[in-house]
């Protein structure tokens, strides 16, 4: 009984400060602060990110992806992680949760919408870093069109 709450206490601290790296990360995203999202990344991330490329190796490549995709948002943005469910165990945790991801364009137009995103992190040097990054949404095999516009 002792180990098994000894344990549990451990898992939800790691919780607390993996919920709390995540906040703070989706922070840095809204503040458009590239600097700031890329030190929650571990130096060699793989990413599966919803758009432009089939995946990104390394901090790198991914901080160019990020630059470019605020980049395309003149105006304001919104990222917003909804659900998040988290898992620790060790020096691993796996997070997956639903993301509103939108930004206004040099016309104006607010594009975006829902995504799926799972993380996967590991414990580098006394924090949590995001080793792997997935984002995608559903799509229609029809049109083969993604469906940005379901909601939860």
Not at 89 to 94: D, E, V
Not at 111 to 122: E, K, S
């Amino acid at each position: 009984m002792r180990t098994e709450t000894i344990e549990a206490t451990t898992a939800k601290a790691a919780e607390d400060e993996i919920r709390a790296a995540i906040e703070n990360w989706a922070e840095a995203v809204n503040a458009r602060d590239v600097k700031r999202i890329m030190a929650h990344y571990a130096p060699d991330v793989v990413a599966f990110d919803a758009i432009a490329a089939l995946q990104f190796k390394g901090v790198e490549a991914y901080g160019k992806h990020w630059k470019t995709c605020l980049a395309m948002c003149a105006g304001p943005t919104t990222f917003e992680v909804h659900e998040p469910a988290i898992t620790a165990n060790g020096g691993l945790a796996f997070v997956h949760y639903l993301c509103l991801c939108s930004g206004t364009n040099d016309k104006g137009e607010t594009q975006g919408g829902w995504t799926r995103a799972t993380v996967c992190l590991r414990r580098i040097g006394g924090r949590w870093r995001i080793v792997h990054e997935h984002f995608s949404a559903p799509f229609d095999p029809a049109s083969g069109k993604a469906l940005f516009d379901l909601k939860p």
